[in-house]
């Protein structure tokens, strides 16, 4: 079954840094999306992507994220200067075609750690 | 504003027995619910999904779920625990007026399954 896959599975930076988080969603996918999980709280919402824009972002994405599809094939996240409230889990997820009905598939996440 | 609530943050069964894993929603629109799974190190895997349609949903592993308008839940169950069933389970909410998801997580349920 095809899988989102992310890399690295465990990024450690320190504060201030630039990282990036790639993301290679499933292939036939046109809709992806980043969440993040801060240890021991939810799963946050942070931006959704389609047609090489963003479609929607919470308010924790701010002018220090970014995200791109610079190949057809990754779908990175940045973090232009990192913070140690940045410190969390990151998921990338894909869906095929737009629709609540659609479910999500996950990556099994890069674990971001700010030093 | 959709949320959902997950009412336990931790549920501790026997292997054998039945699985109850509680959650109520909160939403403006008809919504899209979602059960998540997730295992140590592991991304989020779909369980299943309500999207208007039956009422009571199958998924996979032998879990099922029951939407209830009128109690607003959608609590997960499973006759028979087994211990490859100790994971994090998340509730999930999508929105269905919106074309593009921005799913909406509760805070986890954590099962123990004890021999």
């Known amino acids: 079954e095809p899988e989102v896959t992310q890399t690295p599975s465990h990024q450690v930076t320190q504060m201030g840094q630039e990282v990036i988080l790639r993301c290679v969603p499933i292939?036939?996918?046109?809709?992806f999306y980043w969440y993040r999980q801060i240890l021991g709280q939810k799963v946050e919402f942070l931006v959704s992507f389609y047609n090489n824009e963003i479609s929607e972002k919470s308010e924790i994405f701010d002018d220090q994220f970014s995200v791109e599809r610079p190949d057809g094939s990754n779908f990175t996240l940045k973090i232009r200067s990192t913070k140690l409230e940045d410190s969390a889990m990151y998921f990338c997820?894909?869906?095929?075609?737009?629709?609540?009905?659609?479910?999500?598939?996950f990556g099994d996440g890069t674990r971001l750690s700010i030093l | 504003a959709q949320s959902v609530t997950q009412l336990d943050s931790h549920v501790s069964v026997s292997e054998g027995t039945p699985v109850l894993l509680r959650c109520n929603y909160s939403s403006s629109y008809s919504p899209s619910l979602f059960w998540y799974v997730q295992h140590p190190n592991k991304g989020l895997q779909l369980l299943l999904k309500y999207t208007s349609a039956a009422t009571l949903v199958k998924g996979i592993n032998g879990f099922e779920a029951e939407f209830k308008k009128s109690e607003t839940s959608f609590h997960l169950t499973k006759p028979s625990a087994h211990m490859s069933d100790a994971a994090e389970y998340f509730c999930?909410?999508?929105?269905?007026?919106?074309?593009?998801?921005?799913?909406?997580f509760g805070t986890g349920t954590r099962l123990l399954v004890s021999p």
């Open positions: 292939s036939n996918h046109l809709y």
């Open positions: 999930v909410v999508s929105p269905m007026n919106t074309g593009f998801q921005k799913l909406v």
């Open positions: 997820a894909s869906t095929i075609a737009s629709g609540s009905n659609q479910p999500q598939h």
